[in-house]
């Protein structure tokens, strides 16, 4: 069975970081795609980013461009969300994803979505 776990959320305030993981289970990891997603109350999941594992090539929405950066490391299973220059507008549970084919993945499509972690950012 498939299974994502997410950790590293909390509070952090305007301007700091935070390092989110995303470690993996029952899949091949090098050749499935990766994403993050995040869900504000009362709103829909939006994406936030991903990675193909075909090419290694990332992909950012454009609210987090410049300030967000999501790796992999395959031999760990694991996938980051590194997130810098935070501003509150970025609270929200953070959900990390995963699929085979990348554009289900980043439609939020036919993927396997870990539990979420809470970041909140004060100003």
């Known amino acids: 069975q498939v299974q994502l776990v997410e950790s590293g959320g909390g509070l952090a305030q305007a301007g700091g970081s935070l390092r989110l993981s995303c470690a993996a289970s029952?899949?091949?990891?090098?050749?499935?795609?990766m994403a993050w997603f995040r869900q504000a109350p009362g709103k829909e999941r939006v994406f936030v980013t991903a990675?193909?594992?075909?090419?290694?090539?990332?992909y950012y929405a454009d609210s987090v461009k410049g300030r967000f950066t999501i790796s992999r490391d395959n031999a760990k299973n694991t996938v980051y969300l590194q997130m810098n220059s935070l501003k509150p507008e970025d609270t929200a549970v953070y959900y990390c994803?995963?699929?085979?084919?990348?554009?289900?993945?980043?439609?939020?499509?036919?993927?396997?979505w870990g539990q979420g972690t809470q970041v909140t950012v004060s100003s």
């Open positions: 994803a995963a699929h085979p084919v990348f554009l289900r993945l980043v439609r939020g499509e036919s993927n396997y």
């Open positions: 029952g899949v091949t990891f090098s050749r499935i795609s």
């Open positions: 990675i193909n594992w075909s090419d290694g090539n990332t």
